[in-house]
């Protein structure tokens, strides 16, 4: 029953929302994924689209990963299926087998399932996640850190072993899939928060 349950947290997880807004905004169908940064998450939706459609895609994308570890602790009571749970409809998000794959980030969804886990430590890493952006309007930057924040604030905070173990291995996969932002960052040339591209007919 467990394995199933986290099979459907993937597939949940595979949802692209980003996608999907812009596609159905797009009046000839286009694909975020041949857009700005290729990804389907929230900032790239913001870049091309604007924030009516991205405030939207980030809400659905949170709440696609808290309501499955929401529930996984109210069904089954076990707060490391939950976490388990969590990196799940990451790997769906970021790897969704409805578009072959290739998907988003999973910042939005980490940070779904921090709310569910562990209020506080959501808390702080939004924090860190605002002040990092506020202070050089690169949200690649924010996103890394906040992500790294969060198994530190849970030794910080708790010293919870097994949350710290599950945001870090959280923090990796992020890393792995913000390389070429890592790259842009290094280069000088990544784009910051309110940089809009122009989306090309194709």
Known sequence: MKLIYLCLAYLVGS???GYLAFRLGSGDQKDI??????STGA????????????V??????VAKSALPVWLALRLFGDRRLAMATAVFVILGHCFPIFLRFRGGKGVSTAMGAYLVLSFLNFLLGLAVFVAFVAA???VSLG?????LSF????????????????GLAVFILIAI???????????GTERRLGDREKVESE
Do not use: E
Request: net charge positive; with cysteine.
């Open 15 to 17: 949802i692209p929302f």
């Open 33 to 38: 994924r041949r857009f700005g940064s290729r």
């Open 43 to 54: 900032t790239n939706v913001l870049r091309l689209k604007g924030w009516a459609y991205a």
């Open 56 to 61: 939207p895609v980030a809400i659905m994308d």
């Open 136 to 138: 050089t309007r690169f």
């Open 143 to 147: 996103s890394l850190a906040a992500t």
């Open 151 to 166: 198994p530190c604030f849970a030794l910080l905070t708790s010293r919870d072993q097994d949350l710290a173990v599950f």
């Open 177 to 187: 899939r913000h390389a070429a932002n890592i790259g842009r960052l290094c280069q």
